[in-house]
């Protein structure tokens, strides 16, 4: 919301602070943090007769925003097309109407509002990211490229758009690319989670360990309890062949989450390798009891070391039946 509030206030309500302290109800339309709150300050001046067209706008959009974050679709889209309707001109309404639309599925009037909003304000970079997000979606890659280089162009100073271009590269196996458009949204933040993971896994994949080793130790550095980070950085180290630190990590991982089933699974492959069955046993019986449905990897290792899998509780009756039959 908090968003979407300075967006309308610098468009709409330059020079409104009189008429806010004449009108409460706008204030807590504007200002509320709750959805419950915004709807019904919002409602107050959208009925109220008297208001300047741009509150009412303002108000409506404002709705909007909270009624979506209320899982309204329908209610929000109605405000925006009513806050259209007052003030056609007003880009960011067709830009938020955009991204229901597309989340309906409606792409041709999604990309339809994205056009208009750009055609309006074609110096605003959010624009270009979200219409490049609607064109990666549809694996339109070249096309998102080009959005989001404009949204770099527009705001050189905000990873946003270096985030997104670099999952478009991914996307079209740009890997350099995307290492960089990466490494840029970490220089601008120092601190992006994302930006260490997403550069990190595709270090891993292309083979660089160490480098990926280092960006894992980093989010670590920055949230120790990041399981799937701690995961992530054993998969490198058993890649290095240090199993040792590998079930380090992995165990690692568990003592936070401790149903991680692929973490116990590939604790167990770490454990094959170094030639303790017991323990692998053990790990991959627990990856099946906590995921049975994704397990078949687990059960083929099972199979491999010559162990069964583990019988769960709906079987034990119905064996000790069919043992009373023979």
Known sequence: MRLSVAIVSAFLLTGVPALAAELPEFDACRKAEEPDSTIAGCTLVIDNQTVEPRIRVAALFFRAMALEAKSDAKGAMADLNEA?????????????R?????EANDDEHAFADMNTAIRIDPGVALFYNRRGLFYLDKNNTEFAI???NEAIR???GSSEGYWNRAMANENASYRSRAIADYSEVIRIDPKSLRGYAARGSMYQRQGDNDLAIADYNE????EPKADYTLYSRGMVYREKGNLDQAIADYTAALAINPKYAPAYRERGV???LKGDREHAIADFREAIRLDFPNSITSRHELEALGAGEPKTEP???RRGVLDLLK
Not at 219 to 222: A, Q
Request: hydrophobic share 40%; net charge positive; glycine share 0%.
């Open 154 to 156: 527009l705001e050189p």
């Open 315 to 317: 079987e034990a009756p």
């Open 84 to 96: 259209i309707r007052i003030a056609p001109k007003f880009s960011h309404a067709y830009s938020t």
């Open 270 to 272: 770490a454990y094959r």
């Open 98 to 102: 955009a991204r229901l639309y597309r």
């Open 219 to 222: 989010i670590l550095r920055l």
């Open 146 to 148: 080009d959005d989001f």
